[in-house]
């Protein structure tokens, strides 16, 4: 992607989006915007010394996350998973990309309590 567009899309997006997923696609209603998101292939820093293969995708998790220009904004985000070729076990990021308890992202989810407040 050309750097102008990524800084773009980090002003829309959480900024661990833009660093670890790719925009693959998006659909753009009259008041939904729905982007689709797919994990990069780079091995996770943790398992950067083990001997690891690309084996997929889980599936598509979908979570809301702030308006842009009164669209509804849902992230349909693919995650990648790797085999473990030493210990023959499958590893992947340890993403802490959903709020608990909610399908909307962590930072969607604090801004919602934030203004509850008032």
Not at 52 to 69: A, C, N, W, Y
Not at 83 to 106: M, P, S, Y
Request: hydrophobic content about 40%; glycine content about 4%; aromatic content about 14%.
């Amino acid at each position: 992607m050309q750097d102008s567009f990524i800084e773009l899309l980090k002003l829309l997006l959480p900024e661990i989006i833009v660093d670890y997923f790719e925009l693959t696609s998006y659909k753009k209603g009259e008041e939904i915007l729905h982007l689709y998101l797919k994990e990069i292939n780079s091995i996770p820093k943790e398992y950067r010394q083990a001997k690891l293969s690309s084996k997929g995708f889980f599936d598509e998790i979908t979570v809301q996350d702030f308006p842009i220009r009164g669209h509804q904004v849902y992230l349909h985000i693919t995650r990648r998973r790797w085999l473990n070729e030493d210990t023959g076990k499958v590893v992947f990021r340890d993403w802490n990309l959903v709020a608990d308890g909610t399908r909307v992202t962590q930072e969607f989810a604090s801004f919602l309590k934030e203004i509850n407040r008032f």
